[in-house]
Nanobody, 128 residues
């Protein structure tokens, strides 16, 4: 059964960094676009950053551009989100999701929260 396990979340001070990992099991990430999404309390889920199956196309939403970097290691069946210069407004539960390449564009995946498989989420809290 396809499954994601997110890890790396936690409590960090403003300006700090975290690296989230999303490890897939039960299926290969080859041929899938992967995205990171987040949902803060009382807010709708939003796209953060999405990456194509080959890693050559990345779409990052405006609030995180220049601060967050998505990457993937298909050999390890894992996707990462490096988060730098964290702000309190980045606090949320972060989810990863996968959609078969070709079903939608990376841009559309992030904008419209397209995903076939979803992880359970990892909490990120940015506070002083």
């Amino acid at each position: 059964q396809p499954q994601f396990v997110e890890s790396g979340g936690g409590l960090v001070q403003p300006g700090g960094s975290l690296r989230l990992s999303c490890a897939a099991s039960g299926f290969s990430l080859d041929g899938y676009s992967i995205g990171w999404f987040r949902q803060a309390p009382g807010k709708e889920r939003e796209g953060v950053s999405c990456i194509s199956s080959t890693g050559d196309i990345i779409n990052s939403r405006d609030p995180v551009k220049g601060r967050f970097t998505i990457s993937r290691d298909n050999a390890k069946n894992t996707v990462y989100l490096q988060m730098n210069s964290l702000k309190p407004e980045d606090s949320a539960v972060y989810y990863c999701a996968a959609v078969p390449s070709g079903v939608t564009t990376v841009h559309n995946m992030c904008k419209n929260l397209r995903g076939t498989y979803w992880g359970q989420g990892t909490q990120v809290t940015v506070t002083s």
